[in-house]
């Protein structure tokens, strides 16, 4: 039976006190839905033409704009973060939020994994460049200078930034979570549930729909209801090849 998310959050809080404890947990919440929203990035826009084939062939403006809200989310979700313990004088959840609580800890070994903890999200700080420029002139703010002057020039963010991003981040986190609760966070999830399930369901439609036009039209139409064309990207995903 899965523990309710006000569970959750009790179980951080009595460990790690109110503050910390709410900081960790919604820093867990953030890192899970990140790790999620890029699966199902990958799942659905990196796995091959036939998945894209199959968007474009039932809801192409949906997938379109599903494409750009995740991506945005994902950028966004990284920032935050990875951002600064204080924006303009307020407040962020972010890990170097967690450096506060690790160097107040009595905790030795807590305090000791300050430095090592500030090590790791330097590590991840190397790669945000072009994230934080998009974050900031993209998705943040409709910047008058890359929208209308051209005087800001956006990089590319490709597969392999995020992928590595991700992997930086989640490891992190899991270290973090180890040393402060001594349990790890499993962040894998079952796809058939969400964006694999979804191409499914579209697969299986899609099908019936073209029989069924070719039943009406009185074509023949040869298609293998029983064997769907996403089990091929099912088998990848459970070999870590996307």
Known sequence: M?????????????????????VMYHINIEV??????????KVLYTSGNYTIDLMNATAPQFFGQLQNI????????????????????????????CLDYCTSSDNTEHS????????????????LPEIRKWRNKVYGHNSFDLFITG?????????????????LIS?????MHF????????????????SLGLLYTLEYGKRYHDLHLAEIQGRDLAIDIETPQIDIINERIKNNEL
Not at 75 to 81: A, E, G, K, M, Y
Not at 171 to 175: A, G, I, K, S, V
Not at 179 to 194: A, I, Q
Request: charged residues 35%.
């Open 112 to 127: 000791e994994h300050s430095r090592s903890l500030l090590s790791r999200i330097e590590e991840i700080e190397i790669d």
């Open 151 to 167: 005087n800001v020039v956006l990089g590319k963010i490709d597969k392999e930034l995020i992928d590595r991003l991700i992997e």
């Open 171 to 175: 490891t992190l986190f899991n270290d």
């Open 2 to 22: 899965e523990k309710s998310s006000k569970t959750i959050k009790e179980e951080y809080i009595q460990v790690l006190g109110h503050e910390f404890g709410s």
């Open 70 to 97: 995740l991506f945005r989310n994902i950028v966004l979700s990284i920032s935050r973060l990875t951002e600064n313990k204080k924006t303009a004088g307020y407040k962020n959840i972010s890990f170097r939020k």
């Open 32 to 41: 899970i839905k990140l790790v999620a929203a890029w699966e199902d990035f």
């Open 179 to 194: 040393t402060f609760l001594r349990k790890t966070v499993r962040m894998d999830r079952g796809l058939n549930s969400g």
